[in-house]
C-alpha cells in the first residue's frame, strides 16, 4: 500500500517517469548531492509533470527518520551569544541544510546532572547530531555520540579513529601567527592561549611552542584565557605581573586579544610599538575597534558547512571521510 497522500502521485512513479531508480528520487529530494545532472534534470520534470508532492511524514516513518539535526555546544548561552564563532559555524551549517530536508535543532548544554539534552537527543529525536566548542570534561558528549551518528566540529574529545570530524589546521594556524612574529624580528614572545581542555587550544599552543622551538627561543609567559574577552584581560595582566614584559603575543582568539588590548592600553602601552599581537579567528571583532587585529583567519562558515556535509552523507548510508581539515591563513592588519 502506498505511504503518499491519496491520489497523489507516488516516489515509485516519478522514478518510473523520469527512468531512474527510487533512490535517485529520494536523494534529489534530499537535496540533490551525488546526482548526475542529467538524472538530476529527469527528476525534476517528472516531478513537475506529475504534480508530485513528497508526504515527508509518511517518508519519515518508512525510513525511521526525523529529517532533523541536532547542533550540540556545551557551553553557557553568554559564551554562545557573544562570540561571533558561533555565529559563522550555524550560518555554514544553515546553509547545507537548506538544500535538504533536514532541519535544525539547537541545544546550548553543559553537563548538567539532569542529562535533559542527552536523554531528548538518544531517544530518536533527531537522525544525527553536530558538536561543537567541546571539552574532555562533557562526558554527555559521549553518549550522544554512542547513541546517534556525531561529527565533531574539532578533533573529537577522546581521538578516536573511528569519530569523524572536521576541523582547521590549528597546529599551522598557531606556526603562521607565531612565524610571522619571530620574522618581525621578535624574541620575547608570549601567548595567551585557549582552555588546554579543548583541542583547538591545546593545537594551537603546540604550534606557538614548535616555532619557538625551531628558532631558538625560550616562549615567554602561558597563560590561559578561557576564549573570552574578559579571560584574555585577566591573562593579560598575568603576563604583565610576571615581569620582563614580552615584546610580542600570540592571543589564540580574538575576542582574548581584544580583552589584551585593552589592559594594555590601560597601562600606556602601545600596540604594536610597544607589544605586537596576532589574534585568531578573523571574526567581526577583529576589525570593530582600532587597531585592527593581525590575525589568523580561520574559515568557520565553511565548517560548520562541511560538517553538515559529513553527517548528511553519513545518515544516507555513504562512507564520508572520517577527518576533514580546513586551512588557516595570515591576514596582516595593525597590530603586528
Do not use: C, W
Not at 535543532?105 to 548538567?112: P, T, V
Not at 581584544?258 to 602601545?270: D, M, T
Amino acid at each position: 500500500m502506498s505511504m503518499e497522500r491519496a491520489g497523489a502521485a507516488t516516489i515509485e512513479e516519478v522514478a518510473a517517469r523520469a527512468g531512474v531508480s527510487r533512490s535517485t528520487v529520494s536523494r534529489v529530494l534530499g537535496g540533490g548531492d551525488r546526482v548526475s545532472p542529467q538524472a538530476l534534470e529527469a527528476v525534476r520534470h517528472a516531478i513537475a509533470e506529475l504534480n508530485y508532492v513528497p508526504n515527508r511524514a509518511a517518508r519519515s516513518l518508512a525510513s525511521r527518520q526525523t529529517h532533523a539535526v541536532a547542533l550540540v555546544v556545551p557551553e553557557d548561552t553568554t559564551r554562545f551569544f557573544g562570540d561571533p564563532f558561533f555565529a559563522a559555524i550555524v550560518t555554514g551549517i544553515n546553509a547545507r541544510l537548506s538544500r535538504s530536508d533536514h532541519v535544525l535543532n539547537l541545544f546550548i548544554a553543559s553537563d548538567d546532572p539532569g542529562d535533559k539534552a542527552t536523554s531528548y537527543l538518544t531517544a530518536g529525536n533527531v537522525d544525527g547530531a553536530l558538536v561543537v566548542s567541546h571539552h574532555t570534561s562533557d562526558t554527555f558528549v559521549e553518549r550522544i555520540n554512542q547513541s546517534v551518528p556525531v561529527v565533531f566540529g574539532g578533533r573529537s574529545p577522546r581521538g578516536r579513529e573511528d569519530d569523524y570530524y572536521v576541523d582547521v589546521d590549528n597546529v599551522e594556524g598557531g606556526r603562521i601567527a607565531t612565524r610571522h612574529l619571530v620574522e618581525r624580528g621578535h624574541r620575547r614572545i608570549a601567548t595567551i592561549a585557549g582552555p588546554l581542555d579543548m583541542p583547538a587550544g591545546v593545537d594551537r599552543l603546540r604550534g606557538f611552542r614548535e616555532v619557538l622551538a625551531d628558532a631558538g627561543l625560550a616562549p615567554g609567559p602561558v597563560e590561559d584565557g578561557d576564549f573570552t574577552a574578559d579571560g584574555g584581560a585577566a591573562a593579560m595582566r598575568r603576563v604583565l605581573a610576571a615581569g620582563d614584559r614580552p615584546d610580542a603575543l600570540f592571543v589564540a582568539s580574538d575576542l582574548m586579544a581584544r580583552g589584551a588590548i585593552g589592559v594594555l592600553q590601560e597601562r600606556g602601552l602601545r600596540v604594536p610599538d610597544d607589544v605586537a599581537i596576532v589574534g585568531f579567528d578573523d571574526s567581526p571583532v577583529a576589525t570593530s575597534l582600532p587597531p585592527r587585529l593581525t590575525t589568523v583567519r580561520q574559515p568557520s562558515r565553511d565548517q560548520g558547512e562541511a560538517m553538515t556535509e559529513v553527517l548528511l552523507a553519513r545518515l544516507a548510508g555513504l562512507d564520508p571521510p572520517h577527518a576533514t581539515i580546513l586551512q588557516t591563513e595570515l591576514l596582516i592588519r595593525d597590530t603586528a
